[in-house]
């Protein structure tokens, strides 16, 4: 199993970055997706979730407007389309699969997770 993202770079505020996360070793389109990102000194945090089977989407409070989660099943990956960015964004940012549909936010238990990219706002 692997989660491979990418996409990760210096961008100024207010520009705009995609990360992708290509998955391998698992029936992707079954799974929930996620992407989280970490700071430095902060906790994990979810930033945006597909769930399955229903196809509900999440967003977190501090991103809505700004972030577009998608996936495309046939290439086994899930991007994420990130707008207006802040220095408040700079972090690590993950990708993750679960097997289990979503309850009401994109929780934080997932089975598998990828590596990271770090996306830098700065000007």
């Known amino acids: 199993v692997q989660l491979q993202a990418s996409g990760g770079g210096l961008v100024q505020p207010g520009g705009s970055q995609r990360l992708s996360c290509v998955a391998s070793?698992?029936?992707?389109?079954?799974?929930?997706v996620g992407w989280f990102r970490q700071a430095p000194g902060k906790e994990r945090e979810g930033v945006s979730c597909?769930?399955?089977?229903?196809?509900?989407?999440y967003y977190a409070e501090s991103v809505k407007g700004r972030f577009t989660i998608s996936r495309d099943n046939a290439k086994n990956t899930v991007y994420l389309q990130m707008s207006s960015l802040k220095p408040e964004d700079t972090a690590v940012y993950y990708c993750?699969?679960?097997?289990?549909?979503?309850?009401?936010?994109?929780?934080?238990?997932?089975?598998?997770w990828g590596r990271g990219t770090q996306v830098t706002v700065s000007s």
């Open positions: 070793g698992f029936t992707f389109d079954y799974y929930t």
């Open positions: 597909i769930s399955r089977p229903d196809d509900k989407i």
């Open positions: 993750a699969a679960d097997p289990r549909p979503l309850i009401v936010s994109c929780g934080n238990e997932y089975d598998y």
